[in-house]
């Protein structure tokens, strides 16, 4: 039998394998992965009973759901995780792996307004929350 194609069928597998290897490392993007950790912060959100959501300014509800404010909500949302975890908890480290995937706009707008309490911290990434799912939906079918 001539080894020649045995010998191309194993390049291209090389190649191939060097190619998924690359592929993990340049574009890390699952949708999977991160619709899942969007529901583990939701899971870590509804330990503790919620405050209406209905208390929500509808302002506020704009502000949180607004597109162009997905990245700099992050950077709201990830500074005021610091209130009340450190950067080795699950919602912080899940917030993070967000950041390269939302479009930084100029001008940045003005992002949504975190008290510093719990109550106010949950209700709003719970509304955020919503917003990044849509995203995620959104950027899947386009
Ligand atoms: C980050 O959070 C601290 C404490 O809540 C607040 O004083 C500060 O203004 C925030 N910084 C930004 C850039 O949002
Ligand atoms: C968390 O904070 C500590 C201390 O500031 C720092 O050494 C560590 O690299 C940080 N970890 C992450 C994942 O950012
Ligand atoms: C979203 O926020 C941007 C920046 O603040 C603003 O210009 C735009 O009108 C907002 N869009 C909606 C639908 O509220």
Same mark, same amino acid.
């Given at each position: 039998?001539?080894? !020649?194609?045995? &010998?191309?069928?194993?390049? =291209? +597998? !090389?190649? =191939?394998?060097?190619? #998924?290897?690359?592929?993990?490392?340049?574009?890390?993007?699952?949708? *999977? #992965? %991160? =619709?899942?950790?969007?529901?583990?912060?939701?899971?870590? !959100?509804?330990?503790?009973?919620?405050?209406? /959501?209905?208390?929500? @300014?509808?302002? /506020?509800?704009? $502000? &949180? +759901?607004?597109?162009?404010?997905?990245?700099?909500?992050? @950077?709201? =949302?990830?500074?005021? $995780? *610091?209130?009340? %975890?450190?950067? /080795?908890?699950?919602?912080?480290?899940? !917030?993070?792996?967000?950041?390269? &995937?939302?479009?930084?706009? $100029?001008?940045?707008?003005?992002?949504? %307004?975190?008290?510093?309490?719990? @109550?106010?911290? #949950?209700? *709003?990434?719970?509304? %955020?929350?919503?917003? &990044? @799912?849509?995203? +995620? $939906?959104?950027?899947?079918?386009?």
């Amino acid at each position: 039998m001539n080894s !020649l194609p045995i &010998l191309h069928l194993l390049l =291209f +597998l !090389l190649g =191939f394998q060097a190619l #998924q290897a690359q592929g993990r490392s340049l574009s890390a993007y699952q949708p *999977k #992965q %991160y =619709f899942k950790m969007i529901s583990e912060i939701m899971d870590v !959100l509804n330990t503790s009973p919620s405050p209406s /959501e209905e208390t929500l @300014d509808p302002n /506020e509800i704009n $502000t &949180l +759901l607004n597109t162009t404010l997905l990245r700099p909500n992050l @950077d709201a =949302f990830l500074n005021a $995780t *610091k209130n009340f %975890y450190n950067n /080795e908890s699950l919602i912080w480290k899940n !917030l993070k792996e967000f950041l390269p &995937l939302l479009p930084n706009p $100029t001008p940045r707008g003005e992002p949504i %307004y975190i008290e510093n309490n719990w @109550d106010d911290f #949950q209700k *709003k990434l719970k509304k %955020y929350l919503e917003a &990044l @799912d849509n995203f +995620l $939906t959104f950027k899947n079918k386009h």
